[in-house]
């Protein structure tokens, strides 16, 4: 049972910020607007997981640790017009597996919460307990059982790094959840959670950045997108500072990708890529987000109107800026 979870962790888990991740996810879809993540050692050592999203019920702890076992699919047609963003039920079995996990949680509706303790797979705890409404996760020494794996980390500065991408990118799909890093007992993260996009941009790129952003919005019939794209003064030397989220999921897709190049083609040169963060709204049965487990890659069933969209929304923006 345990090597089947820690194959399937292969697909799920690769490194602290895949656990990150999938942990933050889940506070998301529990309804959290407060979570904090702490790290020690790139999340090698240990990760910390705090939201005060709607518990886990008592009974469905140890459960929510089966593989398969998700409480997000309801009925078979749900698998069609997915909107919370997990839905396998694997990744916490697949984390289990591969790492020692304590978890301790409680909804509002309960006096007490519960702590349970998993080690590569075997539940070692599990007892009630007195804590505040929410859930909290550790998971501590990543990969012990699996060398392999272990042996695919790189150094905790790099970890580090990949962690704080990470957390910034679900950040800033989620402008009204105030997220915080703390790595190695130092703050990177902290954003407001009020709901305003461009004071999260300022959180984490910092005053120079959301100083020269301009805002986009566009919409028609079968798609609404907005957002901020930066000046081309501002632009970068990679697409790392390209954030586009479909239906509040991040995703990479290379439609998109050159309908924004397309759009910024005349102001900018070959090497430098724009900065920006687009949200699309799409109608879900457009989508087709089951491509891979980690649920990055997307592909579209209308890509040309998709990228004409695109290209129009960035494009108004980039003209609205120049009058
Ligand atoms: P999935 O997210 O695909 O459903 P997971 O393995 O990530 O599967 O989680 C299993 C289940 O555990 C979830 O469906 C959810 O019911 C519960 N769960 C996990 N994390 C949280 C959390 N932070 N708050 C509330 N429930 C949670
Ligand atoms: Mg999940």
Known sequence: ENTSNQIAAGEVVERPASVVKELVENSIDAGSTNISVEISNGGISFIKVVDNGSGIEEDDMEIAFERHSTSKIRKASDLEAITSLGFRGEALASIASVSTVEVTSRPAHREYGRYVKIQGGTLLESNQVGCPVGTTFIVRELFYNTPARFKFLKKDSTEA???????????????????????????????????????????????????????????????????????????????????????????????????????????LMKSKFAFIVLYIELNPLLVDVNVHPTKMEVRFSREQDIFRAVYHAVNNALLSKTQ
């Open 161 to 267: 790094g990949y962690v704080s991408d990470i957390v910034s990118r679900i950040a800033l799909g989620n402008p009204d959840i105030s997220f915080r890093l703390i790595s190695n007992r130092n703050t990177v993260i902290h954003t407001p959670g009020n709901n305003d996009l461009l004071s999260t941009i300022y959180s984490l790129y910092g005053k120079e950045t959301a100083k020269e952003c301009m805002e986009i919005s566009y919409e028609d019939e079968t798609i609404k997108i907005t957002g901020y794209a930066g000046k081309p003064e501002i632009a970068r030397a990679n697409r790392n500072y390209q954030s586009i989220y479909l239906n509040r999921r991040y995703i990479k897709n290379k439609i998109i990708s050159s309908a924004i190049d397309e759009a910024y083609k005349t102001y």
